[in-house]
């Protein structure tokens, strides 16, 4: 059976609340597909996902591994490199980067880099 | 309106009961030692354990508060209640705990009780006052869960010192941990057999003031 991903382009979920947003992204996550989503979630939405997924779990849906890359989010110290991504952010939302969520029986795990990302996929619920 | 000045009243009571004693959180994924941290510090300062640790993930399943630690370093005292919290996950399998020589009923509740804890440490969040983020050094530092700890602290604008745990562990590696989060001072230390601990009383000192 192959994997299906699917793209979430950003004008699909810049208009919805959070809550809904995660909705939306469980609610595909949950059909053994992988959401590939144009830009990155807050980390209030990262941790009420977190949430929402727990509050799901059961014998058949084990959770869900997450990863995100945002050319912008580099740590950095510098002053200036947060105060440019505060103003693109507040110009255009989080729409630079990319956000992989996929459902726990299929993805083994995710493994970031800084600049590289691996998913594992396990053969259990495929 | 009396409901309404009870309820001005217990929130005035609640900020000078708060402020009495900070409360200082442990934080991490499952497995990383944070329980193993805890008990180091109640040792220390207290002489008793403060949760019981185990291989296997999500033995800390609901909060633990233990109140009025302190502790002393170069002179100066320091105290708190400490709070030490489910490691936070994204998936929760109780097959895993079965692989771990569970038993299946025992394994589900587990599992059950671990996606509460899970819920419960995300809402304590917003009763720290610092955090305490144990990450496993021996593990790629760059995973979505502590990213999104460390986020979600710095979005409330607590206090965090990250502690690299099981720097006695050969695959230990501090750098990769300081690389991924440049701006937070990092420790290695090893709760369970106190390596670099009382840099780390040090730290917490500045941590706190």
Not at chain 1, 40 to 55: G, N, R, S
Not at chain 1, 84 to 96: A, D, H, P, V
Not at chain 2, 44 to 54: F, H, N
């Amino acid at each position: 059976m192959p994997l299906t991903m699917q793209y979430v382009p950003f004008e699909e979920v810049s208009g919805l609340d959070s809550e809904r947003k995660i909705q939306k992204l469980i609610k595909i996550v949950k059909q053994n597909k992988l959401v590939l989503m144009e830009g990155t979630l807050t980390p209030q939405e990262e941790a009420d996902l977190i949430e929402e997924t727990m509050e799901t779990i059961d014998s058949k849906f084990k959770g869900v591994e997450i990863t995100s890359f945002n050319p912008l989010e580099k740590n950095s110290r510098q002053i200036q490199d947060k105060l440019k991504q505060l103003f693109i952010e507040t110009l255009f939302g989080r729409r630079r980067g990319l956000t992989i969520i996929g459902p726990a029986n299929i993805v083994r795990e995710i493994r970031k880099d800084p600049n590289r990302i691996q998913l594992f996929l396990s053969n259990r619920g495929r | 309106m009396i409901k309404k000045f009870k309820n001005f009243l217990s929130g005035i009571l609640l900020i000078f009961k708060n402020k009495k004693h900070i409360r200082l959180g442990i934080y991490g994924p499952p497995n990383a030692g944070k329980t193993s941290l805890a008990n180091r510090i109640c040792k220390d300062w207290i002489g008793e354990e403060m949760g019981k640790v185990s291989p296997i993930p999500h033995e800390t399943r609901e909060i633990q508060q233990k109140e009025k630690v302190t502790v002393q370093s170069n002179g100066k005292k320091l105290s708190f209640n400490l709070i030490d919290t489910p490691g936070i996950a994204t998936r929760i399998d109780y097959e895993e705990f079965i692989k771990k020589g569970m038993e299946k009923r025992e394994a589900q509740t587990r599992a059950k009780e671990a996606t509460k804890g899970v819920i419960e440490a995300i809402k304590w969040l917003d009763n720290m006052d610092a955090v305490l983020v144990v990450l496993d050094s021996t593990k790629n530092p760059y995973d979505q869960v502590n990213i999104t700890i460390i986020g979600n602290l710095a979005a409330r604008n607590i206090p965090v010192l990250i502690l690299g745990n099981k720097v006695d562990l050969k695959k230990a590696n501090l750098k990769k941990i300081e690389a991924a989060f440049p701006q937070y001072k990092v420790v290695g230390i090893s709760a369970e057999y106190g390596n670099n601990i009382d840099q780390f009383y040090k730290e917490l000192f500045r941590l706190v003031k």
